[in-house]
């Protein structure tokens, strides 16, 4: 493909919020919009991610994770997408020039009226958590082992530990199951699963595969390859409790402890991160605190399910899109959004004051703490309650939402700041 | 009467379920919040089901592996067949999403198909230029 000197919308990273962002980008009216990639193909990580599961929401079937990038691949070239593949973007300035390289073109630079930032997360290593002992082969992160089995077909190991309930990792225990592969039991510090719990029903519960809370590793042990594991139990306050040690015999040890935003080259963008999220603050249009720069998806915040990632594309594909047709847009005035009692953050982080004008706001929320019986998910201004829903529970491992809708319109306006509140209903 | 708890799987919100049995046979499902999760709990307690995804080995594409999914579910106690079925299948690039891979695997009634297009894997195509 030969490229343009400049583009009305360029997406950086062909994952489903890249995607969905360049569909719609293009679908509002841009131009031409050109997605940019560094693997050698489009669909990011869900090409690895071979289970069912994906879009129940958006096309309201079980699809595996590379059905669901095919149905958006489909689409992006159907609607005129134009793509860079095997290029990675080096550089990006505040004024939206981007610095690349390619094997086809070398060095080479092009500007954007509009960028999507779509780079996604990475997964948290052996260094992130400081796991103490030996430093042999054999320590992975789920999504490398995942990549391994189900694109590159090999086997990372032979019997496995994981560390950590995330869903990569449970979803991994079952796969290595499925290739006869032993997984002694996972471990988890915190005292709640840290992924879904249609995980853990089908992914360990049903092959008999041992969840161990509240637990962690104190050593790895083994020369050249991983020979065992030392596990602990931990108290409340991640204090190893004396006397619960015992050694695992393994080959290898797999972590599933986190994701992080990617967002190495929104800084580079000047992009301001949030400390909470490690991703952009962003408004309700997904818009960073740099004009024409746009996120979507995981690199805003780690979401758990890819539906949501579609539809956070969507709208910064949209507004990428009205952005780049129309730079005179006036400088908004916004409200900003609390994270209030039990919140771990809210997006977006602030409210053009009169968004819901236009339409329905979605607020997107993480918990602190787990509360196992009916809650109340309440926003609030400083003078009065402006909606509140109830969920049966609320937990760190699953995304909550809330909608704000036009008849809040009147009390946004009106507002010095809002705040999100999770709380018992029992406590009310 | 006897009650089986489950989480239900049907959906990522993992509603608690109670299923009643009286003789064998749901009397009642309770703690679903909508009516796949109603079907899922009467399932669950007769005969569980499960979707499977796994890989097929393939000749000239570009990534040796195909993921497959069957298009419906199969019973639980005989996942360990239809893997076998599907470690033993082999085929050909280029494959289109939701080629079938296996027609009636194993006798299910279920489809194997496949999760995604698998190009041929071609030295001059930009998509393959990471290659040597």
């Known amino acids: 493909m030969q490229h343009k000197e400049i583009y009305d919308v360029v997406v950086i990273g062909a994952g489903p919020g890249?995607?969905?962002?360049?569909?719609?980008?293009?679908?509002?009216?841009?131009?031409?919009?050109?997605?940019?990639?560094?693997?050698?193909?489009?669909?990011?990580?869900?090409?690895?991610?071979?289970?069912?599961?994906?879009?129940?929401?958006?096309f309201k079937e079980d699809l595996p994770g590379p059905e669901y990038a095919q149905r958006f691949i489909n689409e992006a070239r159907a609607v005129g997408v134009e793509f860079l593949l095997d290029t990675m973007v080096m550089d990006l300035t505040p004024?939206?020039?981007?610095?690349?390289?390619?094997?086809?073109?070398?060095?080479?630079?092009?500007?954007?009226?509009?960028?999507?930032l779509a780079m996604g997360c990475r997964e948290r290593t052996r260094a992130q958590i400081r796991i103490p002992g030996m430093r042999p082969n054999g320590v992975f992160t789920a999504g490398t082992a995942q990549r391994w089995v189900n694109v590159e077909g090999y086997m990372p190991g032979k019997n496995f530990v994981i560390l950590g309930s995330g869903d990569i990792g449970m979803i991994m225990a079952r796969r290595l199951t499925f290739e006869g592969a032993k997984v002694s039991r996972v471990l988890e510090i915190q005292s709640y699963l840290s992924g879904l719990s249609r995980n853990y029903v089908q992914c360990l519960q049903d092959w008999d595969i041992p969840l161990q809370l509240q637990h962690t590793i104190k050593r790895v042990i083994g020369k050249n390859r991983v020979e065992a594991v030392e596990t602990v139990a931990v108290d409340d306050h991640w204090?190893?409790?004396?006397?619960?040690?015992?050694?695992?015999?393994?080959?290898?040890?797999?972590?599933?402890?986190?994701?992080?935003?990617?967002?190495?080259?929104?800084?580079?963008?000047?992009?301001?991160?949030?400390?909470?999220?490690?991703?952009p603050f962003v408004d309700e249009r997904f818009q960073t605190s740099v004009p024409g720069i746009f996120a979507a998806g995981n690199v805003v915040h780690v979401y758990d399910l890819v539906d949501y990632v579609s539809v956070a594309g969507n709208t910064a594909g949209t507004h990428a899109a009205r952005y780049a047709l129309d730079e005179s847009e006036v400088e908004a005035d916004y409200v900003p959004?609390?994270?209030?009692?039990?919140?771990?953050?809210?997006?977006?982080?602030?409210?053009?004051?009169?968004?819901?004008?236009?339409?329905?706001?979605?607020?997107?929320?993480?918990?602190?703490q787990p509360i196992e019986e009916d809650v109340w998910l309440e926003v609030r201004s400083e003078s009065a309650s402006i909606v509140r829903r109830s969920e049966r529970y609320a937990r760190p491992g699953e995304m909550v939402t809330i909608l704000l809708k036009p008849g809040m319109a009147e009390a946004v306006r009106k507002a010095e700041s809002l705040t999100v509140d999770v709380y018992p209903k029992a406590e009310a | 009467m006897q009650e089986n708890n489950f989480i239900c799987t049907a959906c990522p919100m993992g509603c608690k379920l109670i299923v009643r049995m009286q003789d064998g046979e749901v009397v009642k499902v309770v703690g679903n919040r909508c009516r796949r999760g109603e079907t899922y709990g009467r399932q669950e307690a007769i005969a569980p089901q499960r979707m499977v995804a796994s890989t097929v080995r393939i000749s000239g594409g570009l990534h040796p592996l195909l993921p497959v999914y069957t298009k419906g579910s199969v019973p639980k106690r005989r996942i360990g067949e239809v893997l076998a079925a599907i470690r033993a299948a082999r085929v050909s690039a280029p494959v289109k999403a939701g080629q079938v891979i296996l027609a009636n695997v194993i006798g299910t009634g279920v489809d194997v198909i496949a999760s995604r297009d698998m190009p041929e894997y071609s030295k001059s195509s930009p998509e393959n230029s990471k290659h040597p």
């Open chain 1, 337 to 368: 959004l609390k994270a209030g009692k039990n919140v771990r953050y809210v997006v977006p982080h602030k409210l053009d004051r009169n968004a819901l004008e236009a339409g329905d706001v979605q607020l997107q929320l993480r918990v602190t």
């Open chain 1, 239 to 279: 204090n190893f409790v004396p006397g619960s040690e015992e050694i695992i015999p393994c080959d290898t040890l797999l972590l599933s402890v986190g994701l992080i935003p990617e967002n190495e080259l929104s800084k580079k963008a000047g992009v301001m991160l949030d400390p909470v999220t490690s991703g």
């Open chain 1, 18 to 58: 890249g995607l969905a962002a360049a569909i719609e980008a293009k679908k509002a009216g841009a131009r031409d919009v050109l997605v940019i990639e560094r693997d050698v193909e489009l669909g990011g990580i869900l090409l690895q991610c071979i289970h069912n599961g994906f879009g129940l929401q958006t």
């Open chain 1, 95 to 116: 004024q939206r020039r981007l610095h690349l390289s390619s094997r086809q073109y070398g060095y080479f630079t092009l500007d954007a009226r509009a960028v999507v």
